[in-house]
């Protein structure tokens, strides 16, 4: 009984927790007309981020750069900004691509 609930412990520790996690601007180019949106996490939580928040904060800076609208490339860029102790990474910093529009 004790080795199960042992088991139990460590599955939920390794699961990590799911966390809200707020995009803000980090980059991009009103030249080649690109935002780029950025949150970071640590291998332990499972970052929920809103997407459609996303955009609109793309459209928003597109807009002030002149154009119309934002879309959204695909995938992400995930890359470690901290390591840790043994090795892995602490901390990840997650960047999101938008493609400002004309039209």
């Keep these: 009984m004790k080795k199960l609930l042992v088991i139990g412990l460590i ?31 640590s291998p332990f939580e499972t970052p929920i981020i809103n997407e459609e928040k996303g955009l609109e904060l793309a459209k928003k800076r597109c807009s002030a750069w002149g154009y119309e609208n934002a879309e959204k490339f695909g995938g992400q860029k995930q890359i470690c900004t901290r390591f840790g102790g043994f090795g892995g990474c602490a901390l990840f910093l997650v960047t999101i691509q938008y493609q400002c529009l004309d039209k």
């Design 11 to 41: 599955s939920a520790v390794l699961a990590g927790c799911s966390v809200n996690k707020e995009l803000v601007a980090t980059g991009g180019s009103k030249a080649d007309g690109t935002i780029e949106l950025s949150f970071e996490h």
